[in-house]
Every structure is written in structure tokens, then in C-alpha cells.
């Protein structure tokens, strides 16, 4: 499936056309708005970010549904994928379809997150035959000392308001605001992996 999505760029990026003697002939087919504004995006346009995150997440966030078990998983995989295309951009070639490009990530995404489950359960099932030492050792304080130092530093590249969105929904919990929050959070939390991600590499 996720090798099916990457192709698409080939096949969507001509249409057969019937020419007055009834042959076929390709013609390149119309470029679309997302098309044009992650090329907008990738030449450093930061004002086509929102127009592209809006276009593309509810189509990305329908792939990862169908590629994953659960809701969540689902979530996760097109945040993600939206996170590794904003961070990439200088990657994307202009004259190539946005939303294939797109897919394919979110493909790729979707593999990687079912692989890392699958070694989840088979430590989990290995801890449980034979268990470890739980006593933490001083370079586990040390790792989790810098990765709290790393989270601060993503975390104080974020404008006031998404930490104060982060801040709410820390202390108070998913449930406690209505959707506008609830938008404010995804996007928050949007920002912060992609900052993550320019700071740390991938996740």
C-alpha cells in the first residue's frame, strides 16, 4: 500500500489526451492549490504554511487511518508525516504533485510506527521471561537530564500562546476544554515536533 501511494506522483503528473485524429497524447495535469503552495512553501513562503497544513491534513490524516489500527496511531503517524514534510521541504521538487509526495511520507510513517510496536511487544515479552534490573543508574538520570533540557529549548522556540496551550492541557488534561482548544493543542503540539525536529533530527 505505501508503495502504491509513492507511485502516485508518476501517474498523476500526466493525462492521457484524444487529439483530432484520434490518437492519445499526454499533457501535463493541472497543478492544484496545494501543488502551488508547498512550491510556495519550499521557496521560502512561510505564509502558504497554515494553507498547506489545512489542505493536507484531513487527506493525510484519512491515509494513516487506513494504514494503522487505531485512532490514535492514526494521529500520531500524520502528525508525523506533516512534521518530516514541513522540515523537509528543500526536499520537494516543484514541478512533482504535492499530495503524493505527501502520501507517500505518511506510507512511510505508517510502516515505521507498525515496526516500532512490533519490537515494543517483543521487549516487553522479553522483559517479561526475564526481568531486568528496575534500579535506575546514573547515566539514566543523566539521559533523561538532557532530554528535559532539549524538550526546554524546543518548548522556549514556541510562541507565548502554544505554550500556554501546552501549559493548559498539561495540567488540566485531554477532556478538560472544548474543540477550539482542542485545535489550539493539535497545532501547538504541530509546532513543537517540527521544531523538535530542526533542533534534535527526527524523531
Not at 28 to 49: H, N, V, Y
Not at 76 to 103: C, G, K, M, S
Not at 112 to 124: G, I, M, P, Q, Y
Not at 195 to 200: F, G, I, S, T
Request: contains cysteine.
Amino acid at each position: 500500500m505505501e508503495l502504491l501511494l509513492a507511485r502516485l506522483g508518476s501517474m498523476n503528473a500526466a493525462v492521457p489526451c484524444p487529439t483530432a485524429g484520434g490518437r492519445l497524447r499526454l499533457v501535463s495535469a493541472p497543478r492544484s492549490a496545494l501543488d502551488e503552495d508547498l512550491a510556495r512553501l519550499a521557496d521560502g513562503d512561510r505564509a502558504a504554511f497554515t494553507r498547506v497544513f489545512e489542505a493536507a491534513w484531513p487527506q493525510v490524516l484519512e491515509v494513516c487511518r487506513r494504514l494503522t489500527s487505531t485512532a490514535a496511531d492514526a494521529e500520531d503517524a500524520a502528525q508525523a508525516t506533516l512534521t518530516l514534510v514541513f522540515t523537509r521541504i528543500d526536499e520537494y521538487e516543484p514541478e512533482r504533485p504535492a499530495l503524493p509526495w505527501i502520501l507517500g511520507i505518511a506510507g512511510w510513517q505508517c510502516r515505521a510506527l507498525r515496526t516500532r510496536h512490533s519490537r515494543r511487544k517483543e521487549e516487553a515479552l522479553d522483559a517479561a521471561a526475564s526481568p531486568a534490573d528496575l534500579r535506575r543508574s546514573p547515566l539514566d538520570e543523566v539521559e533523561e537530564t538532557e532530554l528535559v533540557a532539549a524538550a526546554q529549548v524546543a518548548v522556549g522556540n514556541l510562541s507565548a500562546l502554544d505554550r500556554e496551550t501546552l501549559t493548559l492541557f498539561l495540567e488540566e488534561g485531554p477532556a478538560a476544554r472544548g474543540p477550539t482548544f482542542r485545535k489550539r493543542k493539535e497545532r501547538a503540539l504541530t509546532r513543537l515536533r517540527l521544531w523538535w525536529e530542526r533542533l534534535h533530527g527526527p524523531v
